[in-house]
Nanobody
Protein backbone atom coordinates (compact mmCIF):
# COMPACT_ATOMS: atom_id res chain seq x y z
CA UNK A 1 0.00 0.00 0.00
CA UNK A 2 1.38 3.34 -1.03
CA UNK A 3 1.51 5.78 1.84
CA UNK A 4 2.26 8.93 -0.15
CA UNK A 5 1.37 9.76 -3.75
CA UNK A 6 2.62 12.97 -5.36
CA UNK A 7 1.28 14.73 -8.43
CA UNK A 8 1.39 18.11 -10.10
CA UNK A 9 4.88 18.24 -11.54
CA UNK A 10 5.57 19.37 -15.07
CA UNK A 11 7.52 21.62 -17.37
CA UNK A 12 7.08 25.37 -17.00
CA UNK A 13 8.97 28.53 -17.88
CA UNK A 14 10.81 30.62 -15.37
CA UNK A 15 8.45 32.92 -13.50
CA UNK A 16 5.48 30.59 -13.78
CA UNK A 17 3.77 28.58 -11.05
CA UNK A 18 2.99 24.98 -10.20
CA UNK A 19 1.13 23.33 -7.36
CA UNK A 20 2.24 19.94 -6.12
CA UNK A 21 -0.09 17.62 -4.25
CA UNK A 22 0.70 14.77 -1.89
CA UNK A 23 -2.15 12.46 -1.00
CA UNK A 24 -1.33 10.50 2.13
CA UNK A 25 -2.76 7.49 3.86
CA UNK A 26 -4.50 8.31 7.11
CA UNK A 27 -1.64 6.91 9.15
CA UNK A 28 1.00 8.85 7.22
CA UNK A 29 -0.94 12.09 7.38
CA UNK A 30 -1.09 11.89 11.17
CA UNK A 31 2.67 11.74 11.63
CA UNK A 32 4.50 14.61 13.28
CA UNK A 33 6.47 15.74 10.26
CA UNK A 34 5.24 16.11 6.70
CA UNK A 35 7.08 17.95 4.03
CA UNK A 36 8.64 18.22 0.61
CA UNK A 37 12.19 17.46 -0.40
CA UNK A 38 13.81 17.81 -3.78
CA UNK A 39 16.76 16.32 -5.55
CA UNK A 40 18.35 17.90 -8.56
CA UNK A 41 20.49 15.90 -10.95
CA UNK A 42 23.88 15.26 -9.41
CA UNK A 43 22.96 16.85 -6.10
CA UNK A 44 21.88 15.62 -2.71
CA UNK A 45 18.28 15.57 -1.63
CA UNK A 46 17.36 18.72 0.27
CA UNK A 47 14.50 19.98 2.36
CA UNK A 48 12.13 22.38 0.62
CA UNK A 49 9.42 22.88 3.23
CA UNK A 50 7.91 20.97 6.10
CA UNK A 51 5.23 20.97 8.75
CA UNK A 52 6.35 19.97 12.24
CA UNK A 53 3.74 19.18 14.82
CA UNK A 54 2.31 20.96 16.75
CA UNK A 55 2.43 23.96 14.49
CA UNK A 56 5.76 24.88 12.94
CA UNK A 57 6.36 25.39 9.24
CA UNK A 58 9.90 25.56 7.91
CA UNK A 59 11.10 26.64 4.49
CA UNK A 60 14.46 26.43 2.82
CA UNK A 61 15.95 29.86 2.39
CA UNK A 62 16.03 29.48 -1.37
CA UNK A 63 12.23 29.12 -1.59
CA UNK A 64 11.05 31.35 1.24
CA UNK A 65 8.61 33.93 -0.07
CA UNK A 66 7.98 31.98 -3.28
CA UNK A 67 6.69 28.61 -2.08
CA UNK A 68 3.79 28.01 0.29
CA UNK A 69 3.04 24.81 2.14
CA UNK A 70 -0.55 23.97 3.04
CA UNK A 71 -2.71 20.99 3.88
CA UNK A 72 -6.31 19.88 3.62
CA UNK A 73 -7.00 17.74 6.67
CA UNK A 74 -10.34 16.57 5.26
CA UNK A 75 -8.59 15.00 2.28
CA UNK A 76 -5.29 13.89 3.87
CA UNK A 77 -3.54 16.03 1.29
CA UNK A 78 -0.58 18.36 1.49
CA UNK A 79 0.15 21.00 -1.13
CA UNK A 80 3.19 22.93 -2.23
CA UNK A 81 2.33 26.08 -4.14
CA UNK A 82 5.38 27.16 -6.10
CA UNK A 83 5.39 30.66 -7.55
CA UNK A 84 8.04 32.61 -9.42
CA UNK A 85 9.79 29.42 -10.36
CA UNK A 86 13.46 29.57 -11.28
CA UNK A 87 15.57 27.23 -13.38
CA UNK A 88 17.38 26.19 -10.20
CA UNK A 89 14.10 24.81 -8.85
CA UNK A 90 14.34 22.02 -11.42
CA UNK A 91 14.40 18.72 -9.52
CA UNK A 92 12.44 15.67 -8.56
CA UNK A 93 10.18 16.64 -5.67
CA UNK A 94 9.40 14.07 -3.00
CA UNK A 95 6.76 14.05 -0.33
CA UNK A 96 7.87 12.77 3.06
CA UNK A 97 6.12 11.82 6.27
CA UNK A 98 7.98 10.97 9.45
CA UNK A 99 7.15 10.21 13.03
CA UNK A 100 7.72 7.89 15.96
CA UNK A 101 4.88 5.78 17.28
CA UNK A 102 5.89 4.08 20.49
CA UNK A 103 9.13 2.36 19.58
CA UNK A 104 8.41 2.31 15.86
CA UNK A 105 9.89 4.82 13.45
CA UNK A 106 7.63 5.67 10.53
CA UNK A 107 9.51 7.17 7.61
CA UNK A 108 7.64 7.30 4.32
CA UNK A 109 8.60 8.73 0.95
CA UNK A 110 6.56 9.19 -2.18
CA UNK A 111 7.75 8.14 -5.60
CA UNK A 112 8.60 11.70 -6.65
CA UNK A 113 7.33 14.10 -9.27
CA UNK A 114 9.52 15.91 -11.78
CA UNK A 115 9.52 19.70 -11.88
CA UNK A 116 11.40 21.24 -14.77
CA UNK A 117 11.78 24.99 -15.19
CA UNK A 118 13.10 26.34 -18.46
CA UNK A 119 14.61 29.78 -19.01
Amino acid sequence: QEQLVESGGGLVQAGESLRLSCVASRSAFSLDVMGWYRQALGKERELVAEFRSPGTTNYAGSVKGRFTLSRDNTKNTMFLQMNSLKTEDTAVYYCKAYGIEGITVRDYWGQGTQVSVSS
